[in-house]
């Protein structure tokens, strides 16, 4: 399990990027078994680069990013942060993540000084099962790769970007139970916990949530299709993702990700998803588009997963 054999701190110093001057950073990439840069590694940080050239009373209350070119995941990333303007409530950022000179993500963030003012919510729409009544999905993986159904637990966990439990415990509450895709409602979800020493500095739990926000939510738009990564050959990728943060966050208390995809049309499928807490305040929300071409089905597996 190489590409998972990675600890807690190894994460944050990866998503912790280098100052190299004033509004210049530079990180270096973790495979998690992908043939490119996970999009929520670069997502995150490029916030985290922005982050760091605003008042620290300053925190971010959105980003808007683009996806303009797959990242090669054995080379640094140079980040280029932009800073437009500061006002007196509010900062902004404009960050360009590039390799080889090239632009190949960039995103606008906003922050906010910490205000009062009208607060409501809508509740998690739907029944949901507690951590605590869930096993973790590298468990389930284990025994999916024990299963007889031809693929391995190495090649599930990086499909679905399954880590050690000792660096973010995720359960998921919505698993499949057959490699032959059928038709869903648009909705899952999982919960998530970061484990290892987080400590309380905010930038690095917006930074870890900004992170996990690209987990699962472009295959969100598949579940009302008999399609899925495991069983056809698709053309997949993040094309756009903007983040809300509504809250305080802290990422080493247990988070259920709720995900729901209103369309998908012109082989693009429209994603929201909505981050909350044990005790169901709605702390961050997110949305994103992605590009998803079927171009084939692969050979059939075998049926059913067991256990």
Wanted: proline share 5%; glycine share 8%; net charge negative.
């Amino acid at each position: 399990m190489k590409d998972f054999a990675f600890t807690s701190a190894d994460l944050i110093d990866c998503l912790h990027v280098e100052q190299l001057d004033t509004c210049l950073f530079w990180g270096n990439s973790l495979t998690f078994g992908l043939p490119r840069v996970f999009g929520g590694q670069v997502a995150a940080q490029a916030l985290n680069a922005a982050y760091r050239t605003v008042d620290p009373s300053r925190k971010p209350h959105s980003l808007h990013s683009y996806f303009l070119r797959p990242g090669d995941n054995q080379r640094p990333i140079i980040f280029d942060v932009d800073p437009i303007r500061d006002g007196r409530s509010f900062s902004t950022r404009r960050v360009v993540a590039k390799q080889d000179g090239k632009a190949i993500f960039n995103c606008s963030i906003s922050f906010q000084i910490t205000e009062d003012g009208l607060s409501h919510q809508m509740d998690l729409p739907i029944d949901v099962v507690g951590p605590d009544e869930l096993e973790p999905d590298v468990e389930w993986a284990k025994s999916l790769g024990q299963s007889g159904s031809g693929l391995t637990e190495e090649k599930y966990r990086a499909m679905m970007l399954l880590f050690n439990t000792d660096v973010v415990d995720m359960r998921s509450t919505h698993r499949m139970t057959s490699l032959e895709p059928k038709v869903e409602e648009p909705h899952h979800g999982f919960w998530f916990k970061f484990n290892g020493d987080i400590g309380d500095d905010s930038v690095t739990h917006r930074t870890l949530l900004t992170f996990i926000s690209d987990k699962a939510l472009m295959s969100t738009g598949l579940r009302p299709h008999p399609v899925s990564f495991i069983s056809h050959k698709i053309i997949g990728a993040s094309l756009d993702h903007s983040m809300w943060f509504h809250e305080d966050i802290r990422v080493d208390d247990w988070i259920y990700y709720f995900m729901d995809s209103p369309r998908s049309a012109r082989a693009r499928d429209y994603n929201r998803g909505s981050f909350y807490t044990r005790k169901g305040k709605l702390i961050a929300s997110t949305a994103q588009e992605g590009l998803i071409r079927v171009v084939g089905k692969k050979e059939s597996n075998n049926g059913p997963i067991k256990g």
